[in-house]
């Protein structure tokens, strides 16, 4: 990944904070020679080894988990929040006309280790945690217990565990960091306007 130094996102609590927040990771592993990906949500665990770990599972029909070997290296990337920015919105563009358009955004890079579950206690175990954190918005928030445990149980046989075990966490936050003052909180005004409030803030406050 291209990372100018005024992008670079190093501290750890936001790459974290990204991570739990954006948790539909890209997860790319090598495959034939190529590269393939699958698109999957992760729990993120900072504590557990020295970068932290990603849970996640996968339908047992997609052969992913029997491709990959155990330790086979990965990259999950995940994306936070993205969108267009207009020359017009710097307000110094009106006076030079010496701006360009640009797209800013956040990304984080984890690199690391796949390890394979197959194992329905782990699943279950994840499917658990997973629901109660995406659940807990609701009125009502489903559990599995809502179900039927013989269909529960079924539906649990359909899916593997993986583990994503990190060596690395690379980040990078463009958020018009190389721009004046006033130009970044134009060009934040006018994404706030078009509802992208996080990104807005986010430029305010790149952390």
């Not at 659940?135 to 649990?156: H, N």
């Not at 994404?191 to 430029?203: K, N, S, T, V, Y």
Request: with cysteine.
């Amino acid at each position: 990944m291209y990372l100018p130094d005024h992008f670079a996102a190093s501290r750890q609590e936001a790459l974290h904070r990204l991570m739990r927040e954006h948790p539909l990771g890209m997860l790319v592993h090598p495959h034939d020679g190529r590269f393939d990906a699958d698109h999957v949500p992760f729990e993120y665990e900072p504590g557990e080894g020295p970068h932290g770990t990603l849970h996640a599972h996968v339908a047992r029909a997609n052969p992913l988990w029997q491709r990959c070997a155990p330790g086979t290296e990965v990259l999950v990337i995940f994306r936070g929040a993205e969108a267009y920015v207009s020359p017009s919105w710097y307000p110094s563009k009106h006076e030079a006309h010496r701006q360009v358009p640009t797209w800013n955004y956040e990304v984080v890079h984890a690199h690391g280790t796949l390890v394979v579950h197959d194992d329905e206690r782990f699943v279950r175990g994840l499917v658990a945690r997973l629901t109660r954190r995406h659940e807990a918005a609701e009125a009502k928030p489903w559990k599995m217990s809502d179900s039927a445990p013989d269909y529960i149980d079924a539906m649990l046989r359909q899916i593997v565990g993986i583990e994503v075990v990190l060596t690395s966490l690379v980040g990078k936050s463009k958020l018009s960091q190389n721009k004046d003052a006033r130009d970044r909180e134009g060009a934040a005004q006018a994404l706030e306007a078009r509802g992208h409030d996080e990104l807005a803030q986010r430029m305010r406050d790149p952390g």
